[in-house]
């Protein structure tokens, strides 16, 4: 086999979307947000971009609305965005079968671990939500110089795990998730619980798309992950 | 030419997702109306089904979960739908294009009318929001035995406009706006603006998908709407 590549898959897990459902509720949060910073947005543009890193997505939005943000409108835009996405928290949800996705991984000794675009403090409640086990290394925006769609996140949960990239599986709800698997040279499989269509995953080079985390853990065998 | 096609069609537009950006606000509402009904679902498996009548989206997913709803918990399932709704009317804008899509249809005169899912009490404000031109016939839940995915929707829209359903254009957002149009054999025409890809609504039968209605205003003639 080439270097990296294993019969015993590593995986990686996106958070925001694939282990909790709270997409729908960050899309909210960013469109007000953007509105108090004088850009009007539709909410589905916004959803599209969701899972990138919130300074990718703020600069992409500005863009293509014309309004170029200051350093010190950018930060206030990601404030506004924690604080009203925070609003909304007693709302979010684990996903059907995250917590039995994480505690199945475990069980079976496979080497894990959750890589977010989202920073540690909006992430914090969320991994707290979904209860995961200690130990688990958790890869945040605040560990790696560039979030999703560029590969260093997934690229960090591999390290963390002393395993290479070739040799994990990476799962996410986003087009960001897989252009950056693909750029880590990881497998990306997609799951339908951040809201995108099944083509659009797969467009985005996703090896399957599974409804969510239950779905995936029902046919976790077809991805080749096996007990230790 | 057969009977009913013509060379100048009419045109038949969804309200939510398709004038308005509010299916967001819809998916959030539904899934807390869901939960106060001890039925627990994803977000994303209630933004799926937005478009669809409310009685059978609560049914479909009811189905889905195995909690078949007494008629006492349907009913108060719609008013919760219609409060928590409600309660983020605040945040919901027209969508970009809306109101320039409706003065140019009129102003072309050709024959358009407005024909929601949503009953009249909920599509009222947004009715409002969006400025329909007083004389636009707008037909919703209240006026027809069954809402989309079954025809009669655009079948009374067509049907107050005079012309037969094969000469109109029926815009919507969602699969169920495009899955109606075909059982009324009018030309269905989607829009992203919903949050459903480009592929989920290709499939359904979509003639052509455009982002959003200034979108479709800029290829208007793509479709053949001319003036009168």
Chains 1, 2 share one sequence.
């Not at 950018?74 to 996405?85: E, I, S, V, Y």
């Not at 909304?88 to 675009?117: C, E, F, N, Y």
């Not at 110089?145 to 260093?152: G, N």
Request: glycine share 10%; proline share 5%.
């Amino acid at each position: 086999m080439p270097s990296g590549i294993t019969s015993r898959p590593a995986v990686l897990l996106d958070l925001d979307g694939t282990l909790t459902d709270s997409v729908y509720q960050h899309a909210i949060a960013w469109c007000k947000a953007l509105e108090l910073a004088g850009i009007s947005l539709s909410v589905w543009r916004i959803h599209r971009r969701i899972g990138m890193s919130g300074g990718l997505l703020a600069e992409s939005l500005a863009r293509e609305t014309g309004h170029e943000l200051t350093e010190h409108e950018a930060a206030k835009l990601r404030q506004d965005h924690a604080r009203l996405f925070a609003a909304q928290l007693a709302d979010v949800r684990p996903l059907p079968g995250a917590k039995d996705l994480m505690h199945h991984l475990t069980k079976m000794q496979v080497p894990w671990a959750i890589a977010t675009s989202g920073a540690l403090a909006s992430a914090a409640p969320l991994l707290k939500l979904v209860a995961v086990p200690s130990g688990v290394p958790i890869i945040t925006r605040d560990d790696v110089e560039h979030a999703k769609p560029s590969p260093d996140l997934w690229l960090a949960g591999a390290a963390r795990l002393g395993v290479p990239a070739e040799s994990a599986i990476a799962v996410g709800d986003s087009v960001w998730d897989l252009l950056a698997a693909r750029r880590a040279r990881a497998l990306g499989v997609g799951v339908l619980s951040g809201g995108y269509g099944q083509e659009e995953l797969e467009r985005a080079g996703a090896y399957r798309v599974y409804e969510d985390p239950a779905d995936l853990l029902l046919h976790i065998d077809e991805l080749g992950i096996r007990a230790g």
